[in-house]
Structure formats: structure tokens, C-alpha cells
């Protein structure tokens, strides 16, 4: 027995007429306090941790009885799918997220398999750890979004859980939720309990605290994680709107030094003549590889940024020529659906990731969170900082489950820009490319190099390098495309 | 050669100058058409079927470069996955279907199957039918929704396409594009078409017809598709501006008969000291029936329909105790999300369906199509009497899957409900639950009486016929859901 669950141990009691005294004034609490929170700009996000028979199921119950179960989603997760298994860790935590206004509660969920890895021995510490990053990241990242997260880990010391596991076995209709593997884990309590602690100290900080509840006496065990939750909402909903909005503070523009952009050689062009035969080419190079991609499950993500009009619906096409429909997906991004907005602005990237041996190629991507949103103010300054960071970790959990991903950047310069504009305004069946807002972000293009720069700068990380693609010439962009595709894979299949 | 084919075959040729000469101005009425499809009130669903080298895939290419891939989905379907396989076939479209104001591309899809299965031999005529049939159904029940449907089967005779493999073939960097399977089709070329010709004429119908097109000559197969899709699009578009809304009409309310529900015996009781051990026996009994269940991956899907204030939230988690809360979902029905509304009123139930093994309890479902929806006139009576049809052959793909599907309907007369709604005034923490919308739809009584009674009979299937439960006494309607539940269970499961 550690010190850190011994402080829990209180002994504390609640008579359980003393329960149902305040029960009725509680649940109105909660009842209201669920009302308020579906006009508030955040999700609450409650994870339910700890020992078997410690509440955790009951509490969950307890909590969609009292409010209104239309506003809270409830997850508990086995052993992933095939579909889930084909994407990273996380995908399906992503994926069931809830939206601003609404409760998550969830059994265990993201805590369960590393513990019971450790426990069992399946992993060492390291793997732990490495494990416990990610999820500190994960948390870190939804509350700095605005979530709420409250995480509670239920605690029984070994004797109550004994007597629990007992009382059940005897009981002829419940004896069924006992089985051989509840004693195994029983056995192992006081392995359970060290690695706990020693998840709850990794995995314990402002934004996701933990709370550790005494579970031994049901009524208090109820009241602790109800008036718990009641307050901590009630209270984040008053300070929401104490908080006046941050001002935006415009950043006066600093001369733009030589960026990674300036480097670029604009000039190279490819004949016509020699692209044709060289376009067949990679095509067929690409084909190959990718059939031998598909045959190992290798995944591919493709993210697509550039100026406006620099060709990256044209080099996309060109590169999907060589695959199979079935294969890929191609995903435009545009202004976000009301249910994308109502979630973390990377939900409906991890959404899209596809299955294993696809391709999926974002056309504008996650990367518009420090370009336009940066450039257009639609962020402040800390969130903006942030995000480098959320980038990094998004797409260190894409690499480490074994999907392939490239960013490239399409690069063309003011005067190009203005010649392919004008020649879709000339063009009747290209003039509607061709908005009020392409003429507008053009005036803005030296923020945008800044911008580009500081990505490119620091989003380049080993596993996913940023492609810088000089795009003045179509041909030769679209073949340099291929081409870095189809060197990656190779680098990856060998 | 079957005539129907050679119809088809008129040996038109269009010069690619020619198509050339023309192709900028239809490209811009292609464009506008995309434009004014956004704000309107359907989704376009194009399919490509036919022959390998009849120009599927370059039809699809050729409409997102021409138009705006943002607002186009694509899809080509392979092998199902896991997740796939484990729902009914149709599943994976109806997930993929375009909202309103956008096109769906769609490669083969749910003809693709149907068409080898019978050209190999894997089915016979009998099941190729039945397939053809629930496609009907399914394109009929999108028409009806208003969803303009084009199908194109592209057409090359038996030498054109023996042709288009061996031009390939001779070509170093397209060869990859030709293997051993593609000379295996082209074999069974004559059986091919006869099956093709059968699928036609069966799945041909005023709101999803045919169009055949000859693909020998490209630029006139291009020319075809463009034509047919921008005509057929902007004529819909035109139809609908110049449509009025229908009228609606009031119908006079008719004296209520003795309906199915008159016929229950609401006197039925259960007893406080009966009810513990019963109940206690009963979660036991369907919890070992789960786990059998679920050991033959066996998923049930429990809708649950009744009176405001029926107490259909409180049996379903009488219920859901017996189970582990990763094996069940509930999904309670409020009012559709923006992305819900913009498809087919289908479309939310459909993406909710779960997993092999697990259970999907509907807290409101489907049935609000013949119920709310009604009785408030936010449908026609044309839609009504389709929406009969379009719920059974649902739940008929749910069944014929294999899912075990339950519906109960929890009956309360017009006094019990009353008290109930006077309880939950006088009781603060249930008040949020009794809305001004209660005692409106109140007011309503002897309406919704009469659609509960034709939903009733005109619903209850073999395979899934409503269980009607007497639930003035709470405790009666739990038993019985828990037993109702437990024998269908027993009935599958021996």
C-alpha cells in the first residue's frame, strides 16, 4: 500500500438516509448546472479510472439517470476493431469525442490498456511512459481547446475489493460478474496499485487533474463524484463569463528577413516534350510502389498547402492517376461543418485518416490553423503558439503507427500568382476559382511568407519534412511531386 | 450480342478538335450548374457501371477537374472491411451518401458485386434477384427523397475491348494497368453482358434510370456524360423553382375504433416485493444471454417508442445493467443535427448502427417518420405512405443481416400520463424534463393514438414485430421488456 492511495482512505461514511436527504436538492443541481453547460462553449470530458467494484460502472449509470442522456455520449472500450486498429492509438478516442455543450464519460478508456499492460508485464516502464506522454499530450491539448476534464480514479484497498468480489459470488444473481480473470487481477492488487500511482503522478496535471475517490462506502463515493463534477462545470461556466474576450493584439510587420521561400529556384521549368514521357514514367513508378504499399498495409497521407492558384488541385490529380479508385480519398478542406466546429479544430482531421494500405490526401489541411487562421486573427497568440506543438504531436502519432506522410508546399511567386488570376478571369469556366477573397489574401502575402516560413521551420520534423515545391513551372511541380512520393516509398518499402 | 446492347452501338464519333471546340463553353455550364446545385434542395448521386475500358474512372476524373472536387464525393468500394461486413450490406452506402447540394460519385458500388458474383457463378439467378431488388429499393427510397439519381453503363463490344487491353498492354508505362484478371473478364465477356442486360432491365425505374452510353469513342463518350448529367441536373433544378409546395391538407379526424392499443389490459401489476427478486433474476438471465450473444456475434438493435412520461428511459437502463457498457450503445433521438438534416431521414439511424455483438438501443427512433412528424405535418401524405414501405425494407436489411431487432411500444392512457406529468412538476429536478411540447403533444392524444395504431399494423413484421407493453405500472413494463428481450434472445440463440 503506497502512501498516495493511504491518503485516501479516510473511512469516510454517508448514511445512506443522509444520501437520499439531499439527493432530490442535488439532482436539481446537476439538472440545471447540464441546462447551463449546453449553451457553454466547451465539452466536459469525465473519466471514470480504478479498481473493479470501485463504482466506476454505478457512477456512469448514476450520472445518465440524474441529466439528460441526450446531451451526454458514454464510451467503454474493448480491444479496437480491425477499422481501429488500422489507425493510430488514439483515432477512436478522437473520434467519439463530444462537442462543445455536452458531457463524455468514459470507463477507463485511453487508461486501461496501459495499465493492465504493465501489470500483466507486457511492457516495460519506458513503454509506459512513452505511452503516458502521449495521453498527457492528448488531455493537454482538448483543455487547452477549452474542454473541461475531470478525471476521477476510483479506489477500494485490497480487503474491500475482496469482500466486494465475495459478496458478489454469493449473491446467485450476480455471482455471473465474477469471473476467474476478476481473482487474477485481484492477486496482482498490489502491482495494480503501484503502477496507478505511478500513472496518476505522469498523467496529473492543471488541465486534467486527478481525484482520487475512497470508494469503500457507496453514498459518499456518489456524493463525492456528483457535487464534484456539479462544481467544477458550475464554476467554469461563472468564469467563462467573468472572462472578458483577450484582445487581439496586432503585431506590428516585421521586415521579412531572407525565409526558407526566398531560396527557392523558381526558374526550373520542364519542356513540354520532355513531360509527357516523364509524367508516364512516374506514373508507372508510382503504381508499382504503390501496389507493393498496398500489399504491406502501408499507409499514406499526403498534405497539400500552397498560394492560392498554385496548382495543387492539378498536381493532386496527376498523382492520383496512378492509384486505384478504392484506394484513396482525397479530401478538400474547407470552411468546417457545424458539427466540425463544434469540436477541437483537429477533429475532423483524425476523422479522415483512412484505413491501412490507403492513401488519403488532404487538398489544404491542419496546416490552415497557423495560416489563415493565424493571418486572419481568427487565433490569438497563445493559441497560435500552441498549435506548433499539437501539429507535432498529431503527426508523431500518425508516424509512429507506421503511416507514411509528406507535406508539400506549393510555391509560386507575386507576379505568377497574378498571371494565373488573370488568366481565370479570362477564362470563363475558371472565373469562379477565382474569389474576392484570392485578391484579399494576395494583399496580405508578406504576413502569409512569415507564416509559411515559421511552418516550415518548425513543424519539419524527421519523421515528416516539409517538400518545398517550385511551382512557377506546372510541370515541373507536378513531376516533383511524384517524384518525392515515390522516393519516400521507396526509402519505406526497401 | 443481346439487342440491347446494339442499340447502343451507333458508331458516333465526335473529333477531339471538335470536342475541343466546344469543351470551355460546357466546362462554364458545368460550373454554374455545380453553383446553383448548392442551394438547392437534392443531392446528385451518379453512378458509373460497365465494362473495363469504357471510360468509368476517366468520366470521374474528368468531373472533378471540371467542376469543384469540395463539394463532389467520390467513391469506389473493394472487399468490405471487418467494421463493414459485421452491418448490413448497404450500410457503407448510406454512410457515404452526399448531403443536399452536393454530387456523389460513385464507381461500380452496389452494382459491382451483384454483376462477378453472377458472372462467376458464386450466385444464381434466385439471389441475384433478390440483390437487384433491395438496390431498387434502395435508389426508389432516394429518388423519393428527392435525390436525382444518374446512371450510366458504358458500353464497348467485345473487339473494342480486346482492343483497349492490348493498347494498354503494349504500352511500357501503362502495361501495369493489365493483368491476368482483366483477360479472365474479358473471357466471360458474352456472359457479362447477358447478366449486365438482366441487371438493367431490373433496376431501371422512373426515379433511378439507365442511361446507356457508348465509350468506343472517347471524346463522344465524354461528351455524353458532361450533356446528360449538366441537362439532367439543371432541368431538376428549374422543376423544383417552378413546383409549388404541395398543399397541405387537414384531414378531418376520424372517430377512433378500437384500436390495437384499446385492447391492452394497463391493470397489470407488479408488486414492490415481487419486483426486486424477479427483476434481480430476469438481469441475470439476459446477462448470460448476452454473453452468448455476443460469443456468435450476434447484434441485437432495440428500438423503444411510447407516451412522454412512458418510462422508456427507465426500462431501457434496467435493462442496460445486465450488460458492460462497451457492448452497447444507447442512442437517444432529439432533434437531427445540421449534417442529419441535409440527407435522407434515414441516413442518422443508419451511421448508428453498431458492430457484430453488440446492442443499439434507440431511445425514440425511426418512428418518429410516422409519429411527431406526422401529426405535426412536416410531411406530406405522399411521404407518409412511403415511409411505411421505406422502414420495412430497413428493418429488413437489419434482419436479413442477421441482427435480432426488438421494437417496443410502452402504453400509458391519458390519466397515468397526466399524474406522471404532475409528478414531474411538483418534483424540482424532474421538472426540465416535462416541456411545453408535452402538453401540446397531449392535446394531441386521439391523433397520435391513431398513427401508433396504423404504425402497429402496418409495421409488424415476421421478422420484427412491435412488442406492445402495459406500462401503467413501471415495474410490470421493465419485467416485461427484460423478459420480451430474453425470449426473442432464447428463440435465436438454440
Given amino acids: 500500500m503506497t502512501s498516495l492511495f493511504e491518503r485516501v482512505e479516510n473511512n469516510a461514511k454517508m448514511p445512506k438516509a443522509a444520501f437520499n436527504e439531499i439527493a432530490s436538492e442535488l439532482r436539481l443541481r446537476m439538472v440545471q448546472m447540464q441546462q447551463s453547460l449546453r449553451h457553454a462553449d466547451f465539452p466536459v470530458i469525465v473519466v471514470f479510472a480504478g479498481v473493479d467494484g470501485a463504482g466506476k460502472s454505478e457512477s456512469v449509470q448514476l450520472l445518465n439517470e440524474w441529466m439528460d442522456p441526450r446531451w451526454i455520449v458514454t464510451r467503454a472500450y474493448g ?14 478516442y478522437w473520434r467519439d469525442l463530444p462537442a462543445k455543450g455536452q458531457f463524455g464519460l468514459y470507463l477507463s478508456a485511453w487508461y486501461s490498456d496501459p495499465l493492465i499492460d504493465k501489470v500483466y508485464k507486457r511492457i516495460g516502464q519506458k513503454k509506459l511512459d512513452a505511452r503516458l506522454a502521449h495521453i498527457s499530450k492528448f488531455e493537454q491539448t482538448l483543455a487547452d481547446d477549452g474542454a473541461l476534464i475531470l478525471k476521477f480514479w476510483m479506489h477500494l484497498n485490497k480487503k474491500e475489493q475482496r469482500k466486494w468480489l465475495r459478496k458478489l459470488e ?25 503502477t496507478a500511482e505511478h500513472i496518476i503522478e505522469q498523467t496529473d496535471c492543471t488541465g486534467a487533474p486527478w481525484r482520487l475517490v475512497d470508494a469503500a462506502d457507496p453514498p459518499f ?4 463524484v456528483l457535487t464534484t463534477i456539479e462544481q467544477a462545470v458550475t464554476e467554469r461556466i461563472a468564469a467563462d463569463k467573468r472572462k472578458r474576450k483577450p484582445r487581439r493584439i496586432r503585431k506590428r510587420s516585421k ?23 516523364r509524367l508516364k514514367e512516374q506514373r508507372a513508378r508510382l503504381h508499382s510502389l504503390y501496389r507493393r504499399a498496398k500489399a504491406q498495409d502501408l499507409s499514406v497521407i499526403l498534405a497539400f498547402e500552397g498560394w492560392d492558384a498554385a496548382g495543387k488541385g492539378g498536381a493532386i490529380r496527376r498523382l492520383t492517376a496512378a492509384l486505384d479508385a478504392r484506394d484513396y480519398q482525397v479530401v478538400p478542406i474547407a470552411a468546417p461543418t457545424d458539427e466540425e466546429r463544434a469540436h477541437h479544430y483537429l477533429w475532423r482531421f483524425w476523422r479522415r485518416v483512412s484505413r491501412a494500405g490507403r492513401f488519403t490526401i488532404f487538398d489544404r489541411s491542419w496546416y490552415g490553423r497557423l495560416l489563415v487562421e493565424k493571418v486572419e486573427q481568427l487565433i490569438d497568440a497563445a493559441t497560435y503558439e500552441r498549435s506548433f506543438d499539437e501539429i507535432v504531436e498529431f503527426e508523431d502519432q500518425i508516424s509512429e503507427h507506421g503511416i507514411l506522410l509528406l507535406k508539400f508546399w506549393l510555391h509560386i511567386d507575386k507576379d505568377e500568382q497574378a498571371a494565373r488570376f488573370e488568366k481565370r478571369k479570362a477564362t470563363p469556366y475558371k472565373r469562379w476559382k477565382l474569389t474576392d477573397e484570392d485578391w484579399r489574401n494576395r494583399e496580405k502575402w508578406d504576413e502569409y511568407e512569415r507564416c509559411v516560413d515559421e511552418m516550415v521551420r518548425r513543424t519539419s520534423t ?3 519534412p516539409w517538400t518545398l515545391v ?7 511541380a507536378r ?8 522516393e519516400r516509398l521507396e526509402e519505406r518499402l526497401k
Avoid: M
Wanted: with cysteine; proline share 6%.
Fill in 221 to 224: 463515493r456518489a456524493y463525492t
Fill in 255 to 277: 521586415p521579412l528577413d531572407s525565409s526558407v521561400l526566398t531560396r527557392l529556384d523558381l526558374s526550373q521549368t520542364v519542356s513540354r516534350a520532355d513531360y509527357g514521357p
Fill in 79 to 92: 480491444k479496437p476493431s480491425e477499422e481501429e486498429a488500422e489507425r493510430p492509438e488514439f483515432w477512436r
Fill in 170 to 194: 454469493n449473491d446467485p444473481h450476480q455471482h455471473w460478474r465474477i469471473t476467474a480473470h476478476d481473482w487474477k487481477n485481484w492477486k496482482r492488487y498490489d502491482r495494480f496499485i503501484e
Fill in 462 to 464: 524527421e519523421n515528416s
Fill in 470 to 476: 517550385e511551382a512557377n513551372d506546372k510541370r515541373h
Fill in 479 to 486: 513531376l516533383k511531386v511524384i517524384e518525392t512520393l515515390c
